[in-house]
């Protein structure tokens, strides 16, 4: 896994870890494979690295690592959220396809607030990082719009995984309580914005760790094993309360 570090990714990290599992962690702190995913060096060096470590393949593989819209430049969001996690999976997977395993992505629920036309989407989609990156002028663009990007990556890619024995999924989080959420919250532009959702989120409130990463370990395991394609809402709710009548 990427960015299994802190929050989203370590919790899931314990739960997986506590129920014999191993684990590999690719982060830029605190990992068994250092690489910073915002980098080309750091992503090749990702993947000699979790290469070097699992030769017999992957059960699994989650792209988790990200950063919050409050990052600076929004370059770097994008850099790591998006192309980061793209070359990740796609350097990783025939690993995964060797066992038969299964892809995660984490998304958000933020990512259906941007529009599918939106050029910088359409430039990530297209692989083109350079124009990507170049077009980012805000947070909320390059955090929605990599998320966005990613997902509809994740979708166009069922078939091509599914071919090669692969899973390919997607878990969108709500608002779970996290150094990102934290950074986000203490933000003097963003963080009204921040509390104003918790306050709306129909369950009420934000989500621990833990509890994202409970979807997570189902959409990886036997139980999901015909679970393709899905993008999981673990938002309390927000996403329905958005946009009832698109599914
Ligand atoms: P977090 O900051 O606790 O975790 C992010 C992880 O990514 C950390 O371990 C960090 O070290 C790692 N990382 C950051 N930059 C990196 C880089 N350049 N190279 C390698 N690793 C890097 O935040 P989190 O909330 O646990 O976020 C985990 C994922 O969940 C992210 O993809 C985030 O976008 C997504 N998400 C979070 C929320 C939320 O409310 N917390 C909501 C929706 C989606």
Redesign the pocket.
């Known amino acids: 896994m ?8 370590a919790a899931l990290k314990e739960q997986l870890r506590e129920r014999g599992d191993t684990v590999i962690v ?4 605190d990992a068994d494979v250092h ?4 980098t080309a060096e ?1 992503r090749s060096a990702a993947i000699a690295g979790v290469r070097a470590m699992a030769p017999e393949g992957l059960d699994g593989l989650i792209a ?5 819209t409050h990052v600076k430049p929004p370059s770097l969001i994008a850099a ?2 998006y192309f ?1 996690a793209v070359a990740t999976i796609e350097g990783l997977r025939d690993l995964v396809a060797e066992r038969r395993g299964s892809v995660l992505i ?1 998304s ?2 933020s990512a259906p607030m941007m529009d599918a036309d939106n050029a910088f989407v359409e430039a990530c989609l297209a692989g083109d990082e350079s124009a990507a990156l170049a077009l980012l002028e805000d947070g909320h663009t390059a955090y929605a719009g990599s ?1 966005r990007a990613l997902t509809q990556w994740m979708r166009r890619h069922v078939q091509d995984y599914a071919g090669a024995g692969v899973r390919i999924n997607a878990v969108a ?4 309580r ?4 934290d950074a986000v919250s203490k933000d003097p532009e963003l963080g009204d914005a921040i509390r104003q959702f918790e306050a709306m989120t129909p369950l009420g409130g934000s989500a621990e ?1 833990a509890q994202i990463a409970n979807a997570m370990r189902f959409l990886l395991g036997d139980d999901a094993d015909f679970i393709c394609g899905a993008v999981l809402f673990v938002d309390g709710g927000t996403d329905a309360l958005m946009r009832a009548d698109s599914f």
Not at 2 to 9: E, P
């Open positions: 990427t960015g299994g570090a802190t929050g989203i990714g690719v982060d830029i702190r690489a910073d995913l915002s750091g988790c690592a990200g950063l919050g790591v959220n980061g984490v958000s629920n998320k989080p709500g608002i779970t996290t150094n990102m959420t760790p």
